[in-house]
């Protein structure tokens, strides 16, 4: 069965790796993700926005994680990624997800704590894991102020107080990172981190690990970081191969014949991701 990321999160905390959430939109990318930490015996989150629940749909995405759960041995957390709607996250609860992102830190800092108070109080009913982040993920601007930056950022004490009110099970912070790739290597705010990890005890979540550098990662795991979520390099390699595929022959149309090149490239991204992280034989 599909698991709540509770425990994954805090073995890896305790034995200081991280665990990689993928972003997966249908079966072949689910697939992929199944098939690599199936291979290196690593516990894994699959990931889905709103986007995605509309694209492929949230009864087929919870029957094609059930299955994937009830094929391998490896621990697999399906989870919801940046949900802003408290209904889609019941509804997903209903269905039998196990694990959710409130995203409401656009919000107020008193309507997010009120936000995802709300989503962990229904979500405790059902043994769900409830992330929720504070602190905003922007910083590619090269214009910005640092005070700006600094106002973008997670802030500790705040972080240590909105734990303590919300009662989640895991934080994403903003320490620098951004969705997608980066213009210039981010700077990240690594003693930020550091402070965060000090004061509070959940487990802390980076979002936009796609196109930073390896070092950053793993350093990021070494000061608290236990899940690490990647997106766009995935969907970058799937295309890749597509496209190269589509390069190299004009004339095809036979989906079983041009995705398997894109699951192929897709698959060494996460592979090499999960090294990264360092989940390899942590099942
Ligand atoms: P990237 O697209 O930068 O990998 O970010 C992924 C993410 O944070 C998903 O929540
Ligand atoms: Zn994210
Ligand atoms: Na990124």
């Given at each position: 069965f599909i698991i709540s990321d509770k425990n994954l999160l805090l073995n890896a905390q305790r034995n200081n790796y991280a665990v990689p959430a993928f972003n997966i939109h249908n079966l072949e990318t689910t697939k992929v993700v199944i098939e690599a930490a199936s291979e290196l015996n690593s516990p894994v989150i699959l990931a889905a926005t709103p986007g995605t629940i509309r694209f492929s749909g949230i009864e087929y995405l919870i029957n094609i994680m059930n299955t994937a759960a009830a094929s391998t041995d490896i621990p697999i957390a399906f989870h919801l990624d940046h949900h802003e709607d408290i209904n889609d996250i019941k509804k997903a609860i209903k269905l039998g997800c196990k694990s959710v992102m409130i995203d409401a830190?656009?919000?107020?800092y008193e309507e997010n704590i009120a936000k995802v108070k709300e989503v962990v109080n229904f979500a405790n009913r059902y043994d769900v894991s409830v992330e929720a982040e504070l602190?905003?993920?922007?910083?590619?601007?090269?214009?910005?102020t640092v005070s700006e930056r600094d106002s973008q950022l997670t802030n500790p004490d705040l972080a240590v107080d909105f734990v303590k009110r919300t009662n989640i099970d895991s934080l994403a912070i903003a320490i620098g990172t951004a969705h997608g790739l980066y213009k210039k290597e981010p700077k990240l705010d690594y003693n930020r981190l550091k402070n965060i990890n000090k004061l509070i005890k959940v487990p802390l979540v980076l979002h936009?690990?796609?196109?930073?550098?390896d070092e950053s990662v793993q350093k990021s795991i070494k000061l608290g970081i236990t899940k690490v979520n990647i997106a766009t390099e995935l969907k970058i390699a799937f295309s890749d191969g597509v496209k190269e595929y589509f390069q190299n022959n004009p004339e095809a149309n036979d989906p079983r014949k041009y995705l398997t090149p894109g699951k192929d490239k897709m698959k060494e991204v996460v592979r090499h991701k999960i090294m990264l992280c360092g989940s390899n034989d942590k099942k």
């Open positions: 830190s656009a919000l107020s602190g905003k993920l922007v910083g590619q601007e090269d214009d910005i936009g690990a796609s196109g930073l550098p």
